[in-house]
């Protein structure tokens, strides 16, 4: 295996020191240094701890009419994404609204047949549906022309979004912590995240006009933070301090049972443990359950499972999501079977960028393929599949220090007749364009990569914590390593280390994983090698982490190896 640099993050020694002094172990301590946490202040999960809704810029003003909205009695329409983001956001708003005494409702658009967005066509269906205010979540900050239709028509708009903003925004009432001018202190909201601000600011207003009295009561908002978590975590935004304490919230409520049936029923669909929920379950189990809808289908199966009053309804809809995540799983390896058969072992080593295409490929699956080939070969990769009307979408995904939309905005540029849209952001974008363009996609895609970045972008680095002594490679550290909120941006600790080889054996139908015994300093460990197809050399260089086997009722340690070479 082709060898790749191991580098050990830097540690803060002040913020180590500070930290210990304040009662955090020292392993935690040093941890937590390395990933710019200062003081042990920054490590609590209090929601009093949350920036305040009134530094983001226009959520004032979108509660203010939201809440003659509930107080008249008008018809508010959700346009959601259709994607876990988008299903969490849409199922937040409808029943913060809701138990506000709103009259809501919500409609998701079909990924094949209306694109993304809210466009025209979306602004005449909410107007077909009696909509009075159309309330966007997790998308409408490029909605230009679908808000400007909805105006004709009489409808207000408040654009609620965390995608960054183009040259133009709608005009309309817009909450979005990247858009221009806006002082918000994280960036890294998810699209379930903005809207759970701007109900915190509805309920506020709504407090202050008097208006829960009587019978109707004021929400307990912090009930919506086991999908607020759900969503962020699967839409894999940077976990500042801010979106820790979401996540660390809504992961409290579902260890707790205090989950809605939804989340509860996707649990069960995905053979996890709630009362153990982490950070992982949501993004490789319940996540792409709910995607796979999106991918596949229609979203609004995904959004009436998380929606779904009782275990029963919300059962049979976590079941449905469940056979569509197998067949996207299906799907997914037979389109990379393909393109794997299209490719040599290893690509020439002045190759910068990979692109794939074939006319049976399905448009709902190409980002997972694109980030599966971005793993095998390490270069920034777009997979195209048809959309009809002589165009094709592609899903791409880039490397760390490639700026993925800013590549394809000068693409763009440069071949103003080749792409019709895009959009993303610096790991993800994705586009439509014409079908016979794409040889020269390719070219200027290869071209602009190579001006963009040198070769060393295609030199795998693995950002450790270093080595970890023998007396913390125990199942006890283990474990307390499994206790914070670890994420994209806060990532989990891995650690670089020397070991010899005592045994080992091959696993699974095809032998391509290794269970190895690994010794250091007097002691053993188990280890387990993925899609590792060669035999292990006496003594091994790794970089593993360790985690918490459970086996049969019981728990021990074992060492995950993420990357190896021979020592």
């Known amino acids: 295996m082709p060898h790749a640099k191991v580098i050990t993050r830097p540690v803060n020694p002040q913020a180590r020191a500070a930290l210990e002094q304040a009662g955090t172990s020292p392993l935690l301590a040093r941890l937590f240094a390395a990933r710019n946490v200062l003081s042990a202040d920054e490590l609590g999960d209090s929601l009093s701890a949350l920036l305040p809704h009134g530094q983001l810029k226009g959520c004032a003003e979108a509660a203010q009419r939201l809440a ?4 008249n009695h008008e018809n508010i329409l959700i346009i959601a994404d259709y994607d876990a983001d988008g299903a969490t956001a849409c199922t937040v708003a409808l029943k913060g609204l809701r138990g506000m005494g709103a009259a809501a409702d919500f409609f998701v658009p079909n990924r094949f ?28 900050i490029s909605s230009r022309e679908g808000v400007a239709r909805a105006r004709e028509l009489g409808m207000d708009v408040v654009v609620t979004d965390h995608h960054v903003a183009g040259r133009y925004v709608p005009d309309c009432i817009i909450v979005n912590p990247n858009q221009q001018g806006c002082a918000f202190p994280s960036k890294n909201l998810a699209g379930v995240g903005v809207i759970f601000y ?23 908002l912090a009930e919506l933070l086991d999908l607020v978590a759900l969503g962020t975590v699967a839409d894999v935004v940077p976990l500042d301090r801010n979106n820790r304490i979401l996540v660390s919230q809504g992961l409290k409520r579902m260890r707790a049972g205090k989950m809605c049936c939804g989340i509860k029923a996707l649990f069960e669909a995905a053979r996890r443990d709630p009362r153990k929920a982490q950070p992982f379950d949501m993004g490789f189990g319940l996540g792409p359950r709910l995607n796979a809808a999106g991918r596949l289908d229609d979203m609004t199966v995904g959004i009436a499972c998380l929606l779904a009053e009782n275990d029963e309804t919300a059962q049979q809809l976590a079941a449905k999501l469940n056979s569509l995540n197998q067949a996207r799983q299906e799907i997914e390896q037979g389109m990379l079977a393909d393109v794997l058969a299209d490719f ?5 080593a002045e190759q910068m960028t990979l692109c794939a295409y074939r006319a049976d490929f399905h448009q709902g699956v ?10 095998r070969f390490y270069r920034p990769t777009f997979v195209f599949a048809p959309a009809g009307g002589g165009e094709v979408r592609g899903s791409g995904r880039s490397l760390a220090g490639l700026h993925l939309r800013d590549v394809v905005d000068t693409i763009a540029k440069r071949c103003p007749d080749l792409i019709s849209r895009f959009g993303g952001h610096a790991m993800a974008a994705g586009l439509s364009m014409r079908e016979d363009g794409l040889a ?15 070769e060393s972008l ?3 680095t693995y950002l450790t914590d270093g080595s970890l002594d023998a007396a913390d490679l125990t199942l006890p550290c283990a474990r307390e390593l499994a206790q914070p909120v670890w994420g994209q941006g806060f990532p989990p600790p891995s650690f670089a280390d020397e070991f010899g080889v005592s045994r080992q054996q091959r696993l699974g139908g095809d032998k391509q994983h290794v269970k190895a015994w690994l010794h250091k300093d007097g002691g053993e460990y188990e280890a387990m090698f993925w899609r590792c197809e060669t035999d292990l050399p006496a003594r091994v260089r790794v970089v593993y982490r360790p985690t918490v086997n459970e086996w049969r009722g019981n728990e021990e340690l074992q060492l995950y190896a993420e990357y190896w070479e021979a020592a």
């Open 113 to 140: 047949e209306h694109g993304y967005g809210l466009t025209p066509e979306l602004a005449d269906i909410a107007r077909t549906r009696g909509a009075q205010l159309i309330l966007t979540v997790d998308n409408g």
């Open 344 to 348: 040599p072992a290893a690509l020439p």
């Open 440 to 454: 020269e996609f390719e070219r200027a895609f290869e071209q602009v990569v190579r001006e963009t970045a040198d």
């Open 68 to 71: 003659d909205a509930v107080q």
């Open 198 to 220: 701007v109900l915190t600011a509805l309920r506020a207003e709504l407090r202050g006009r008097g208006h829960f009295s009587g019978s109707l009561r004021e929400p307990n």
């Open 458 to 460: 295609l030199a795998q």
């Open 366 to 375: 190409t980002g997972i393929v694109a980030g599966r080939l971005k793993e």
